[in-house]
């Protein structure tokens, strides 16, 4: 989609895109490994794993293939003055795609979407590669990203994570923005295994550690086909799934036989951790550098401390021994990256001051209208005129305890302060 309509403003050169991404500048294909994924020096984007030498004679698993299954980045985009003139091309072709599963613009390379991702993100772009999510500010405000990219599995297993956002920042420089800063949103890594039999329910339930954490399973019949360690919308989710099966259902995501090298009868069975952004963070994983640094020990601690499958040899489950078949799971880490001990810094505090400040602005602004108020100055007085009556019937400082102690900043509430100083052994105690 480049006639006539789309390219009014005398200086666009937007229609030339697919002549200036050509074959010699496209990073598919480059020579920058991902520091991901090591093998024999090969720049390869899948780790595939050797066997372990008695993994079947001892019904073991036998691990195929680790990597980066799900990424989704927040980007920081600073777009040039042509910023405006671009809003109005996305806008007249997000129309014409109304009713349709996409339409093509700038050439054949890519396809607008008839809706975005609200309320941040008024446009949706598709590539064969990963989709594009852009908001209307021409440059971020503050901690805020103005774009967000969901980048598709068969990218990240056949190009690895590095080529796949070069290709990705790439396509935002030919539409003039500059990516400032790529911040992970969500993450999943993988395992697929090559088992003897399936797993079974009873299994899992009788030998997963820790026991009390929220659970959930799918079964067809008697059949396990997926088990749920943690909620849907926790920050660490752990699935243990028949990936084999998924695969042959669906039928179009068979390009993972030629990965795992196995038959399609062959039982393969998928270890996956998805972590979202608030997990990250506490593992100071705040840029995409840091996570690729760390993916390593990522795997180390979530195999080891936050899930394992053990012998049921001692009443204080993490005395218990870890089955043989955990620990080929918990050996793919070095496959993933550098092994290290990551720190978890558990503050509860998940949003910070200037979340708090966007979400009273908004606030304000949805009050002012309903109230009428034409002015900043008189939806401020206002409003601060209702709180103050609202906490003549409210305890304000009871509250303000209440809330610094759930966030990790007691003391902070004008009370008085406990002295700790003496009271660390008898607390051990």
């Given at each position: 989609m480049c006639d006539e309509s789309f390219s009014r403003k005398e200086n666009n050169s937007w229609c030339d895109i697919p002549q200036k991404f050509s074959s010699e500048e496209h990073p598919i294909g480059d020579s920058q490994q991902n520091p991901m994924?090591?093998?024999g020096g090969e720049a390869l984007s899948v780790t595939r794993l050797a066997p372990f030498t008695n993994g079947e004679k001892n019904h073991l698993p036998v691990p195929l293939i680790c990597g980066v299954d799900t990424l989704d980045l927040g980007l920081y985009i600073e777009w040039s003055s042509n910023w405006s003139d671009l809003t109005q091309i996305l806008d007249q072709a997000k129309e014409q795609a109304a009713g349709t599963q996409g339409v093509p613009i700038f050439g054949d390379h890519f396809l607008i979407l008839p809706s975005g991702k609200p309320p941040s993100y008024r446009w949706h772009l598709q590539w064969p590669e990963f989709h594009l999510y852009l908001g209307r500010s021409a440059e971020p405000y503050r901690n805020t990203p103005n774009?967000?990219?969901?980048i598709n599995a068969k990218t990240l297993w056949s190009m690895g994570i590095s080529s796949a956002v070069n290709l990705m920042v790439r396509w935002i420089e030919l539409l003039e923005g500059k990516v400032r800063s790529i911040k992970p949103s969500r993450c999943d890594l993988a395992v697929d295994l090559q088992l003897k039999d399936p797993l079974s329910l009873p299994f899992l339930?009788?030998?997963?550690?820790?026991?009390?954490?929220q659970h959930s399973h799918n079964m067809t019949g008697d059949s396990l086909e997926t088990f749920y360690h943690g909620a849907k919308k926790s920050p660490i989710q752990l699935r243990i799934y028949d990936k084999g099966l998924e695969v042959l259902k669906g039928g179009t995501k068979l390009w993972f036989y030629e990965l795992w090298n196995v038959e399609p009868e062959t039982h393969v069975w998928r270890i996956e951790y998805q972590l979202r952004r608030e997990i990250l963070k506490q593992f100071g994983i705040d840029q995409l550098d840091h996570l690729i640094e760390k993916v390593g020990g990522l795997w180390q601690y979530l195999t080891e401390d936050w899930f394992s499958l053990r012998a049921q040899d001692d009443c204080n489950t993490s005395r218990r021994t870890v089955l043989p078949w955990w620990e080929v799971v918990q050996s793919c880490a070095d496959q993933f990256g550098s092994l290290m001990n990551l720190e978890r810094t558990l503050d509860t505090a998940s949003a910070d001051s200037t979340w708090y400040v966007n979400h009273v602005a908004g606030c304000l602004v949805g009050y002012a209208a309903r109230e009428r108020l034409l002015t900043l100055q008189d939806a401020l007085a206002s409003m601060s005129d209702q709180v103050r009556w609202y906490f003549d019937q409210h305890d304000f400082q009871s509250k303000l305890a209440v809330k610094s102690i759930q966030l990790g900043y007691p003391g902070s509430s004008g009370g008085?302060?406990?002295?700790?100083?003496?009271s660390g052994k008898e607390s051990e105690s």
């Open positions: 994924q090591r093998h774009g967000y990219v969901s339930l009788s030998h997963r550690v820790p026991q009390h954490v008085t302060e406990i002295d700790t100083s003496t």
